[in-house]
């Protein structure tokens, strides 16, 4: 009985890790669609919608755990971070996007743990968890926003033109992608949270 007890422990131990490591592959993936925008060194990325939805998919802890994998893989060298902006490695977490990579553990750490984790077949998504998913991708959305003005703001010295830069091109996007993860968290976060 108790050496299934350890067996159980650790198979479950592998699937926490390989969610992990998913979801660093998931944000290198969608850093490679890029697009650069006029007037900003900041691209149009998937990359803050593959944070906040692996943040609300694996839960706090396991959300904020691939983001760190992610920036130690990018910092390391590997080419998961987007390809329009020239700095290699470690140089990136110091650039013009710097303060957006950087925000995407507190993102995905913050999103994990205000989407509920109700159980499937025992609960079902409500209005009120729609809301609460809502309300976590907003929060995740604005953290990553802050993240890279705070950065864009001690490059340029100035905020008003760091939001100009960082900020006000992407609110448009920022819709979409919320129009996107809410339905997505809502029907996939029981499920894969279930097996982790």
Do not use: C
């Not at 809301?131 to 926003?145: D, K, P, Q, S």
């Not at 448009?172 to 992608?177: A, E, T």
């Amino acid at each position: 009985m108790e050496l299934s007890a350890i067996g159980y422990r650790v198979s479950g131990m592998w699937i926490r890790a390989g969610a992990v490591a998913l979801g660093a592959l998931l944000v290198a993936l969608a850093a490679q669609v890029s697009i650069p925008l006029p007037g900003t060194p900041v691209p149009m990325t998937l990359q803050p919608m593959a944070v906040l939805l692996v943040g609300g998919l694996l839960g706090a802890r396991l959300g904020a755990l691939s983001m760190i994998l992610y920036l130690a893989m990018g910092a390391a060298g590997l080419p998961v971070f987007t390809p329009t902006v020239p700095l290699p490695g470690i140089a990136r977490l110091l650039g013009p996007t710097g303060g957006y990579l950087l925000a995407y553990p507190v993102a995905a750490w913050v999103v994990g743990w205000l989407t509920p984790g109700w159980q499937p077949g025992v609960n079902t998504p409500t209005v009120a968890s729609a809301v609460r998913v809502t309300l976590a991708v907003l929060a995740g959305l604005v953290l990553i926003h802050l993240g890279g003005l705070a950065q864009l703001a001690i490059l340029t010295g100035n905020v008003s033109g760091a939001a100009r830069l960082a900020t006000w091109p992407f609110l448009l996007g920022d819709l979409l992608k919320l129009a996107i993860l809410v339905p997505v968290l809502t029907k996939l976060t029981p499920t894969v949270r279930a097996r982790l």
